[in-house]
């Protein structure tokens, strides 16, 4: 490994810079895990309480989510803009960003709420269960009134990570998921004086944990000496400047639509399998499941990247700002190869672990090793969106996403999916090759992205350092 002197600007990544990221990141897979986990509980809970409750709970949370993640994706751009400020020393503004980041997330919940409360009509639509609709559209409404805590939750959690702390976001974590399964039981099945609510249950018990968490994250922001200059900012009502919110919608909104493109590419992708059988669809699920956890991984990464970049920009760091590039790109692809040796290796233990079908571990296991090569595009393209962030890059990222997703991957998924033009209907194997043509074209246009505009930036950067 070798270090140049800091004066040519030529310094690459450095073991220095390495162990500022790795701390910044594992908290963050953390919280990201107990997201996860408390979707696991929501699925047994309510596979207990039977099959038409567990499928409610499943179709409510693929309507909802989407509006969700477009919500927070919005709200992810205030860590970058944080972190930008205290690296040019406007320590002043911080607490004044942040009580905009709440007005924010204030606003985006009094949008996001009609949204999903008209969105419980569409269950008609998707099947002819009546039971299982009822129960899909009770559980979004009970879930849908802990929106402006869980967007809450999400700007204090910025506020946090702008100042390089991650780790009360991931105690809050672990509380949510900890006490997510005695509340899940309360509302689900009517323990201790609850009304029993069925599937709809999960909905209120996670809407109880989002405004826990956000009293959590409020009072440990509140009180940390770190934060002391900001606490009147924080707790003051004062009307937002319109300039200031317009500013964060237009660097956040292309967020959101990233993650809103994502997400619904793997909607679609599951009703386009939907007519070849349970089988076929059941595969899918299991690969998706696994990249989706393993997914985890590189975006902690690149929302720590995002941090530093953002920082070391706002210093005009050039050097700084290089090496925490190249550093996070070495550390996503280190754990990109980890990751791809190990899905590929223990693809039918993995497989085994949601079913013993020796069709389903067949059809699985092959769909593992498409799901291994999709690792690395998907671990370069959501790094590279965590740079364009720290840059506050934002706009091309909705364009890129957009047309890599919908203009290529989409096609290019159902053609082989379900019909012989190209070569006979692949089934479940042609949509996983969908998704890696569609992230290789992200990630390509998206490191391309990256470069010119760390070239522009470092141009600028000198300029305003001299």
């Known amino acids: 490994m070798i270090f140049y002197k800091e004066e040519t600007m030529k310094r690459t990544w450095n073991l220095q810079e390495m162990k500022k990221l790795i701390p910044l990141a594992l908290p963050v897979l953390v919280v990201n895990l107990s997201i996860v986990g408390m979707g696991c509980v929501d699925a047994i809970v309510a596979g207990r309480a039977g099959v038409t409750d567990m499928a409610a709970v499943a179709l409510g949370s693929s309507v909802y989510l989407p509006v969700t993640l477009f919500a927070c994706g919005v709200l992810m751009i205030i860590g970058p803009v944080i972190a930008n400020m205290r690296g040019k020393s406007h320590e002043s503004r911080v607490g004044y960003m942040t009580n905009h980041g709440l007005w924010l997330a204030l606003m ?131 009307r937002p400047t319109p300039s200031v919110i317009t500013h964060l919608v237009r660097l956040g909104v292309p967020i959101g639509i990233s993650q809103l493109c994502e997400v619904m590419l793997f909607c679609a992708a599951a009703l386009v399998l939907a007519p070849l059988g349970k089988t076929q669809v059941a595969s899918h699920q299991i690969a998706g499941n696994v990249g989706g956890l393993v997914f985890m991984l590189p975006l902690s990464v690149g929302l720590a990247a995002s941090i530093r970049v953002a920082y070391h920009h706002g210093k005009k760091n050039v050097a700084g700002t290089r090496s925490a590039i190249l550093s996070a790109y070495v550390l996503v692809l280190s754990i990109c190869l980890c990751t ?34 999709y690792q690395l595009p998907d671990c370069l393209q959501v790094l590279s969106v965590g740079v364009l962030r720290g840059f506050r890059d934002t706009a091309s990222i909705s364009i890129i996403t957009f047309v890599s997703y919908w203009m290529v991957g989409f096609p290019v998924c159902y053609i082989l999916a379900r019909t012989d033009w190209i070569v006979p209907a692949m089934g479940a194997r042609g949509v996983w090759i969908g998704f890696i043509v569609g992230l290789t074209v992200a990630a390509v246009l998206l490191l391309w992205r990256v470069v010119r505009t760390t070239r522009r930036e470092f141009v600028l950067m000198r300029r305003g350092g001299e």
């Open 108 to 238: 985006l919940s009094l949008v996001s709420m009609p949204v999903i409360y008209a969105l419980r009509n569409v269950f008609g639509w998707i099947s002819d269960d009546a039971a299982m609709c009822e129960m899909a559209s009770a559980y979004m409404f009970a879930i849908m009134w802990g929106l402006p805590a869980n967007l809450g939750f999400v700007a204090l959690k910025s506020l946090n990570e702008g100042s390089n702390m991650t780790r009360p976001a991931m105690y809050v974590g672990i509380c949510g998921l900890l006490l997510n399964i005695p509340l899940n039981y309360m509302f689900v099945f009517g323990m201790y004086g609850f009304p029993c609510m069925g599937g709809a249950g999960c909905g209120a018990a996670t809407a109880v944990i989002f405004y826990i968490e956000f009293l959590l994250m409020f009072l440990l922001v509140y009180f940390n000496p770190k934060h002391r200059p900001y606490r009147r900012h924080i707790v003051s009502w004062r």
């Open 340 to 373: 791809i040796g190990g899905i590929i290796l223990f693809r039918e233990q993995i497989v085994h672990l949601y079913n013993d079908s020796e069709l389903i571990v067949s059809t699985a296991s092959v769909l593992l090793i498409l799901a291994a090569a």
